[in-house]
């Protein structure tokens, strides 16, 4: 495994998945078909244990002034 050391705070517009590892694919095609592609846009998955079970989010890092512009879940991936 890679590790990778993030400079700064990433702010990501979120869907989390229905399930995982199965919802996996459904949550980054809801999230492809709605943001706009921008070859400066950073893509992510994100995942973590939850109660027994992992949480899985398909993630698309914001871009300047589009705050409000997406009705998903937001989310910081922090620095370090």
């Known amino acids: 495994m890679e590790i990778i050391n993030i400079n ?3 702010k990501v517009f979120c869907v989390t998945a229905t399930s995982f590892p199965d ?5 980054h095609e809801r999230i492809h078909k709605t ?3 921008s070859a400066d846009r950073r893509y992510f998955g994100i995942s973590r244990p939850e109660r027994n079970v992992i949480v899985y989010k398909a993630s698309a890092e914001e871009l300047e002034n589009e ?5 998903f879940e937001s989310f910081i991936i922090k620095k370090g």
């Open 8 to 10: 700064e705070d990433i």
């Open 23 to 27: 919802g996996i694919l459904d949550a």
């Open 35 to 37: 943001i706009t592609f």
């Open 67 to 71: 705050s409000e512009e997406y009705d």
